[in-house]
């Protein structure tokens, strides 16, 4: 079987070097510590992604809403660093790469990351720190 879209390609093999992936974000424990984000959070954003051919997943999302979340999230980023772990979130492999886009934007690559549930294997100790939540979680067009 072969794939041809690329994001879809990068997320297979992100799930098949997990154990690569997650190595610099364990503890001396071989524990991950990972800010988390709400299950509406990621159906809101999975919601306004939209598959191009030529680019891939696009996150189309609206200003306002974009704004909150990207607030939401720099709040658990600093949370996370202020309580001395590298800032690491979780959430599904749809939306990994908006999630990481949004950070990107504010925050150099290198200080965080962003991993899909499916790329931590099932045997990883794994202590959310913090959820990134949304008050009122509505994504209006």
Do not use: W
């Not at 041809?4 to 524990?31: F, G, H, M, W």
């Not at 598959?51 to 949370?79: C, M, Q």
């Amino acid at each position: 079987q072969r794939v041809q879209n690329a994001e879809l390609l990068t997320d297979i093999v992100r799930q098949r070097l997990s154990r690569q992936i997650i190595a610099p974000y364990l503890d001396k424990n071989k524990t991950l510590f990972a800010a988390v984000i709400d299950p509406q959070v990621e159906f809101d954003v999975r919601a306004n992604i939209t598959i191009d051919d030529r680019d891939g997943r696009i996150l189309a999302l609206d200003p306002h809403y974009r704004e909150r979340l990207r607030a939401a999230l720099l709040t658990a980023y600093n949370s996370m660093q202020s309580s001395g772990k590298f800032p690491l979130f979780t959430c599904g492999s749809e939306v990994r790469s908006g999630l990481a886009e949004i950070l990107s934007r504010e925050i150099s690559t290198r200080s965080f990351a962003v991993l899909a549930y499916e790329e931590i294997p099932r045997d990883a100790k794994f202590i959310e720190i913090t959820k990134v939540v949304l008050e009122e979680s509505e994504v209006t067009a």
